[in-house]
């Protein structure tokens, strides 16, 4: 196992997973620009690295994000339009065109998969971020909010976009409108996340990354990621199109060759992602 740690941020990687921890817990793991540079270092790390072939976020303490930090919210309150424009374009990235380029949508170009390891509350930027993640695991004890609505603020991020299609329109309108706190288990019902026991929430997620880590081709895992993120901008001849080009490919690749053979052989599969 590899430990890194950053101010803001840890980063280790242990039995093909990558896992990056929110380390702010006294602050909530608030969110910070550094925290959101530092992420995007820290997957680009994980996706260059050959040994990782899943990502986990997750939070120190209490908390996985309980949103931006309340310091840099309550300056920005103060201050007010009399605030000038150089002042928050120093910390926002600049405007980019590209579906899965924008603040946070980059996740779902990341080439393998990504799961949110909600360990407890989350609200605002942190909900944000774990609606780009492709698998959400929430501790049982844990409770979600969009918060914007309650701060004066609006569905940031593109979550507007995300979450209809999570969840569908109407529970989506429900919980961006009210701003309401929900608990795991109305979140599981959503269908937003999967819910895991509070006790041992870390090692059972961990053992899910793994497990999908040693039975899941990274090759298929890259492009099935690839076709769900692309899949609500295509039409359904355009998808089955693809996938009928993607599965012609398969049949030439290593993956394919040794998932075969480890089915038939009755044993755990040795992928390359090849």
């Known amino acids: 196992m590899t ?6 941020l840890l980063y280790t990687v242990q039995d093909q997973v990558a896992t990056i921890t929110f380390n702010r817990p006294d602050r909530m793991n608030g969110w910070t620009p550094a925290m959101e540079r ?3 270092e820290l997957v680009d790390r994980a996706v260059q690295d050959d040994d990782v072939r ?19 919210l309550q300056a920005a309150g103060a201050a007010g339009s009399s605030s000038p424009p150089a002042a928050s374009s120093q910390a926002d990235p600049p405007p980019r065109d590209g ?7 980059w996740l779902l170009a990341v080439p393998k998969p990504v799961i949110a390891a909600i360990n407890g509350a989350v609200a605002g930027v942190g909900l944000c971020i774990a609606l780009y993640c492709d698998l959400r695991y929430m501790a049982a004890h844990a409770r979600l ?8 603020l609006i569905a940031e991020h593109g979550s507007a976009w995300m979450l209809p299609r999570l969840i569908g329109p109407m529970h989506a309108a429900d919980l961006l409108l009210t701003a309401r706190t929900v608990d795991a288990d109305e979140a599981e ?20 990354a793994v497990e999908l880590a040693i039975w899941s081709s990274p090759r ?7 076709q769900l993120a692309r899949a609500p901008f295509e039409t359904l001849a355009q998808a089955t199109r693809e996938a ?10 290593e993956d394919f060759k040794e998932g075969v053979a480890s089915f038939v052989q009755k044993r755990a599969p040795r992928f390359t992602g090849r």
């Open 3 to 8: 430990v890194t740690p950053l101010p803001e």
């Open 38 to 40: 530092g992420l995007r």
């Open 54 to 72: 899943v990502i986990v976020l997750t939070g120190a303490g209490r908390a996985f994000c309980a949103g931006a930090d309340i310091g840099r």
């Open 99 to 105: 579906d899965f380029e924008q603040r946070y949508s």
């Open 145 to 152: 909010s969009t918060s914007f609505a309650r701060r004066g």
């Open 189 to 208: 019902r959503l269908g937003l996340v999967r819910v895991l026991p509070t006790e041992g929430f870390a090692e059972a997620v961990h053992d899910k």
């Open 220 to 226: 298929s895992t890259r492009i099935i990621k690839g």
């Open 244 to 253: 009928d080009a993607q599965t012609a490919s398969c049949r030439d690749s």
